[in-house]
């Protein structure tokens, strides 16, 4: 053996983000930063909203003692691309044959509905069996329009979402499917 | 007397914005909540981001057990109106001259120049002297570009910013002036 084992246990590929572990919000965040950088898109999460119960003051400033997690009424990323507003919710599945619609609250699909009718670019980024779709927004508020199901197949997703291929950086270039789906645009991945 | 001392004292006219001792914030948060119930405007104010540095768990969720305040690196408020993407801060100065360019950090001017050059809606909403003034982006840019001074004074603000006239519902119909600036239609305060 070349390596002790222990460092050979370690080692990974580090072209692959994949299969480093890295979640989607990571990949999302690298890729949104990757833009910025770019000066292509300017796009972020937004803060997780608290409800602050205690608050300490300090000559350094306010420092919170307490506070809860509260839901997002909106998707969790917006921002700007190529003069348009655009939003979307990124959800993994551990799930294999399908995506629970509980990941998606109720306010959150209303809202979906009303960026749609006032002409934002909003869609679903679905991580599932390894693999991350993007669904339109105006397919996922079909799907559920027409079914009465608490869940996407998966089939669904592989046939009316579109597949974000994994690269080095960005990890997900999703704006590619953008282009695409809401500019005309054809796709080049990069190999 | 007609009212004992106190609740006279207390008495403020309820249709009267500017003197319930309402804050910018508040008057905002208000005016996008109207926009949003008349299916007018999607626009949110961003949580403000936290780093959280300690957290507990409970059957309920978990509880954040000391977090600090950060720095917004965009503007606080963002979202959707007419198909256009639009971002704003809104400041509030005690200063009666002039307004402290300290108010807006170095990184929050390079965002409003990139969205600026992607072609989102961009402005500041400045209350000085109790009056509140839309000042657009590329106004605030070329001032800063063209001065070394340290505040814009409250004549440049008069003359270059907008007012936005106190209305009961919403408290501030910023949306007026943007209609004008950005999409060219008249201005009809109601009176």
Same mark, same amino acid.
């Given at each position: ?91 993994? /599945?551990?799930? +294999?044959? %399908?995506? $629970?619609? *509980?990941? @998606?609250? !109720? ?38 329009? /027409?079914?009465? +199901?608490? %869940?996407? $197949?998966? *089939?669904? @997703?592989? !046939? ?32």
């Amino acid at each position: 053996m070349k390596y002790p084992n222990n460092i050979q246990k370690n080692y990974q590929n580090p072209l692959s983000y994949k299969n480093r572990g890295m979640d989607l919000e990571e990949e999302l965040n690298l890729s949104n930063e990757y833009y910025i950088e770019m000066d292509k898109a300017y796009i972020y999460k937004k803060p997780t909203p608290i409800g602050i119960a205690d608050v300490s003051y300090h000559t350094h400033g306010k420092v919170i003692e307490k506070a809860y997690f509260k839901e997002q009424s909106t998707l969790d990323y917006n921002g700007l691309y190529r003069g348009k507003y655009i939003e979307y919710e990124a959800k993994v /599945t551990k799930n +294999k044959t %399908s995506f $629970p619609l *509980q990941n @998606i609250h !109720e306010h959150q699909i209303k809202h979906i509905r009303n960026i749609l009718k006032h002409q934002g670019i909003v869609f679903l980024i679905i991580k599932i069996n390894e693999m991350v779709y993007l669904l339109k927004g105006d397919d996922f508020i079909n799907y559920i329009d /027409t079914t009465k +199901k608490k %869940s996407i $197949p998966y *089939q669904f @997703i592989q !046939e009316n979402g579109h597949l974000i291929k994994y690269g080095f950086n960005p990890p997900l270039d999703y704006l590619k499917i953008v282009d695409k789906l809401y500019f005309k645009e054809e796709i080049q991945w990069q190999t």
